[in-house]
């Protein structure tokens, strides 16, 4: 990984290293503060002498997986592929603390399954709100992990962790924001977030599935009316509660109870439940043929890779 090593990198490296056992750091900041560069950076050096993983829990921009999602990785990383995913159901964590709360502790737990030695959290970019602060401390207060670094231009995580000043757990540890991180603007996160949705749906198909036997749950529409739920993006989730695949809604068939959606190949057996989220996706943002409708009658239709 060729990033500009700071002195300050290199003495938290000979701290997590060399000083007293940990398992779990997460790395915070304000939005373009260098977050996740620094997180892979620790990850990598930490796994030369741990079995580390890397959780990424940002959904907006998110480096592991598809945006709305939050993922658990093996180190190195491959943004295409991941050990488990939980849906979050929007690119902004605000408005979805539980789902937030819940996907950290999933996963946390899913490392531990795991055996991993260490394990490195990327947070998203904190928002300087009353919503923000909140999630911050939840996620804190949630997960007690051994280490936070708190990147900061100024003082913008302080009235969350002067909460944490009298606890023994998380260790803290603040670093400036390096000059050489680039901001990215608006319009630049938006095109990252379509280009990651692109390379997720590139082998997807018009698909469904039947909604009997199967749970519906998250932000679950008026199914019956067609406008509500067209466009939303769904989880298909396994029994445990991971993510196994993301689909776009083209529409619900109430009299079959089918879901029709776009998303890649995937074993409808592994599906115990089906997730609404509140984001919605253009299928033609992601090159998906939009002017075609979900057949009707007995026409032949993908359900999914390997059938029911």
């Known amino acids: 990984?060729?990033?500009?090593?700071?002195?300050?990198?290199?003495?938290?490296?000979?701290?997590?290293?060399?000083?007293?056992p940990w398992r779990t750091l997460m790395v915070a900041g304000p939005v373009n503060a260098g977050k996740t560069t620094l997180a892979r950076w620790l990850a990598a050096q930490v796994s030369e002498h741990y079995r580390t993983l890397f959780l990424d829990a940002d959904p907006g921009q998110s480096l592991i997986g598809p945006p709305t999602t939050l993922a658990l990785s093996r180190v190195p990383i491959d943004p295409d592929c991941w050990l488990r995913l939980r849906f979050v159901g929007h690119i902004s964590p605000e408005g979805h603390l539980l789902q937030m709360l819940s996907g950290l502790v999933r996963l946390v737990e899913a490392a531990r399954w795991h055996r991993a030695q260490r394990l490195v959290i990327d947070l998203p970019g904190h928002m300087a709100n009353d919503a923000g602060r909140e999630l911050f401390f939840q996620m804190l207060d949630v997960i007690r992990p051994d280490y936070v670094v708190a990147l900061q231009r100024e003082d913008e995580l302080?009235?969350?962790?002067?909460?944490?000043?009298?606890s023994r757990r998380p260790r803290i540890?603040?670093?400036?924001?390096a000059e050489a991180v680039q901001e990215r603007d608006r319009w630049v996160r938006s095109d990252y977030r379509r280009e990651r949705f692109q390379r997720y749906f590139a082998g997807a198909r018009l698909r469904r599935l039947s909604v009997q036997a199967r749970g519906l749950h998250g932000m679950v529409p008026p199914l019956d009316n067609p406008e509500a739920v067209r466009h939303r993006l769904v989880a298909l989730c396994d029994r445990h509660g991971f993510a196994r695949v993301l689909g776009i809604v083209a529409r619900y068939d109430a009299e079959l109870a089918w879901l029709h959606f776009w998303a890649p190949p995937f074993r409808a057996r592994e599906i115990a439940t089906i997730q609404f989220g509140r984001f919605r996706l253009d299928p033609a943002e992601v090159g998906l043929i939009t002017r075609r409708r979900p057949p009707t009658g007995d026409v032949p239709l993908r359900t999914d890779a390997l059938g029911e």
């Open 1 to 20: 990984m060729d990033v500009a090593v700071l002195t300050e990198w290199e003495t938290l490296r000979e701290r997590l290293l060399q000083g007293p």
């Open 158 to 166: 302080e009235p969350v962790l002067r909460c944490f000043r009298r």
């Open 173 to 177: 540890v603040r670093l400036p924001v």
